[in-house]
């Protein structure tokens, strides 16, 4: 049986990168809040030039960041969601980033599939 598709066909990515230990509660509240299923929240570790200091070794930042698929007319209101849920609004807080995703389809499960329970 294959998943149909769902009706909305444009949709965007929103990308928020925010210190480790903050993910599990933002996606959470995504999920809860605004009914963003698409979501998921995985690790990253990088470093950039302002971490150098003085000719050394630059400094490695780790992170978590959440990425979401939300459908084009919901998504101005995921990304104001998520840039304060993770307190992005503060200095040094993280990032959130949108983009246009033109060939993301979002599928949904039948709903006569029993619980695998």
Same mark, same amino acid.
Request: with cysteine; net charge negative.
């Given at each position: 049986?294959?998943?149909?598709?769902?009706?909305?066909?444009? #949709?965007?990515?929103?990308?928020?990168? =925010?210190?480790?230990?903050? &993910?599990?509660?933002? =996606? +959470?509240?995504?999920?809860? +809040?605004?009914?963003?299923?698409?979501?998921?929240?995985?690790?990253?570790?990088?470093?950039? =030039?302002?971490?150098?200091?003085?000719?050394?070794?630059?400094?490695?930042?780790?992170?978590?960041?959440?990425?979401? =698929?939300?459908?084009?007319?919901?998504?101005?209101?995921? #990304?104001? #969601?998520?840039?304060? &849920?993770?307190?992005?609004?503060?200095?040094? &807080?993280?990032?959130?980033?949108?983009?246009?995703?033109?060939? &993301?389809?979002?599928?949904?499960?039948?709903?006569?599939?029993?619980?695998?329970?």
């Amino acid at each position: 049986m294959k998943p149909k598709q769902a009706h909305s066909s444009k #949709f965007k990515t929103i990308t928020c990168f =925010l210190p480790v230990g903050r &993910a599990q509660g933002v =996606l +959470e509240s995504l999920r809860k +809040e605004k009914g963003v299923a698409s979501a998921y929240a995985s690790h990253a570790r990088g470093s950039g =030039l302002s971490t150098r200091r003085d000719g050394a070794r630059p400094e490695y930042t780790e992170c978590e960041m959440i990425t979401a =698929l939300v459908p084009a007319e919901q998504a101005d209101e995921v #990304f104001r #969601f998520v840039f304060f &849920a993770a307190g992005i609004d503060h200095p040094h &807080a993280g990032m959130v980033i949108m983009m246009n995703s033109p060939h &993301a389809e979002m599928l949904e499960l039948p709903g006569d599939i029993p619980d695998e329970t």
